[in-house]
Antibody
Framework: EVLLVQSGAEVKKPGESLRIPCKGF????????IGWVRQMPGKGLEWMGI????????RYSPSFRGQVTISADKSIGTAYVEWSSLKASDSAMYYC????????????WGQGTLVTVSS | QSALTQPASVSGSPGQSITISCTGT?????????VSWYQQYPGKAPKLMIS???DRPSGVSNRFSGSKSGNTASLTISGLQAEDEADYYC??????????FGTGTEVTVL
């Protein structure tokens, strides 16, 4: 079965660091791009950035550049998004998604990781 | 990179057709045939409904269709059904090398 699996919900305090994974199964990780998408409570979808599973070429949306770090380890077929110092405003659902090279359709989606940042 | 513009809500009666617009610029929607549409139920991950402007992935109902004219893409749902009640988002590749989502449209079946 082809799928993306994300980790469970996280509860963190402001200022703490966090890295959440997204592991791909059943497809070639190296021939796909992985994207990270934020959805704040009751709000729409926002692109954070994308990374090429093979080359690790990474592109950030302007709003997220410098705020998060996106990385990938193709040896284990896993992508990550990382915060060095969380803020309350980072509380949201985070989805990873995958697209095959040359397509525009993000056809694979993880189940989402809910991040809550609260003192 | 600004979000693409979608109507906040669209409604229709069962059996009717509705169309959701997605307006961008020459740097995104108008510049590439890389527009896709996603359906999202509350508390669930989005699902790809249309890719490359008008391609329907396997398993997606043929009641869903996509098109584009200039800087505006559209998603049409024909034969509206209760199960179509969800949020819909467009997305486009952009000249910056990243993607951008639309503002989202809530579809209500009356």
């Amino acid at each position: 079965e082809v799928l993306l699996v994300q980790s469970g919900a996280e509860v963190k305090k402001p200022g703490e660091s966090l890295r959440i994974p997204c592991k791909g199964f059943g497809y070639s990780f190296s021939t796909h791009w992985i994207g990270w998408v934020r959805q704040m409570p009751g709000k729409g979808l926002e692109w954070m950035g994308i990374i090429n599973g093979g080359s690790s070429d990474t592109r950030y949306s302007p709003s997220f550049r410098g705020q998060v770090t996106i990385s990938a380890d193709k040896s284990i077929g896993t992508a990550y998004v990382e915060w060095s110092s969380l803020k309350a405003s980072d509380s949201a659902m985070y989805y990873c998604t995958a697209i095959a090279g040359g397509s525009s359709g993000w056809y694979l989606w993880g189940q989402g990781t809910l991040v809550t940042v609260s003192s | 990179q600004s979000a693409l513009t979608q109507p906040a809500s669209v409604s229709g009666s069962p059996g009717q057709s509705i169309t959701i617009s997605c307006t961008g610029t020459n740097s995104d929607v108008g510049g590439y045939n890389y527009v896709s549409w996603y359906q999202q139920y509350p508390g669930k991950a989005p699902k790809l409904m249309i890719s490359e402007v008008s391609d329907r992935p396997s398993g997606v109902s043929n009641r869903f269709s996509g098109s584009k004219s200039g800087n505006t893409a559209s998603l049409t749902i024909s034969g509206l059904q209760a199960e179509d009640e969800a949020d819909y988002y467009c997305a486009s590749y952009a000249s910056s090398g990243i993607y951008v989502f639309g503002t989202g449209t809530e579809v209500t079946v009356l």
